[in-house]
């Protein structure tokens, strides 16, 4: 079984700063691209950013300049950087895995979700 479970959310208001954490385990045996994605009530779900394994990374435009996707490959966690946070950044963000499961292949994997709430 692989799990991939979240970590840092919370409240904080526009300005703050957050850092979310999603760590892999289990029977991986290589974890290729990394995700972040959030889904605000009422609104379909959107990818943040991606991180590959050798460390390329892309953004949505929304969070350009203020959001930074990082990983250690060693602890198969990724993370996300939130500056400047702002209200429209209110949502659940999940964590999304592609990774080889040994001796059943490749497969993407979410987690649970840990909300993010931007108020005054």
């Known amino acids: 079984q692989v799990q991939l479970v979240e970590s840092g959310g919370g409240l904080v208001q526009p300005g703050g700063s957050l850092r979310l954490s999603c760590a892999a385990s289990?029977?991986?045996?290589?974890?290729?691209?990394m995700c972040w994605y959030r889904q605000a009530p009422g609104k379909q779900r959107e990818l943040v950013a991606a991180v590959t394994r050798g460390g390329s990374t892309n953004y949505a435009d929304s969070v350009k300049g203020r959001f930074t996707i990082s990983r250690d490959n060693a602890k198969n966690t990724v993370y996300l950087q939130m500056n400047s946070l702002k209200p429209d950044d209110t949502a659940v963000y999940y964590c999304?895995?592609?990774?080889?499961?040994?001796?059943?292949?490749?497969?993407?994997?979410w987690g649970q979700g840990t909300q993010v709430t931007v108020s005054s």
């Open positions: 999304n895995a592609d990774l080889w499961v040994a001796g059943a292949g490749i497969y993407d994997y």
């Open positions: 289990g029977s991986i045996v290589t974890i290729n691209t």
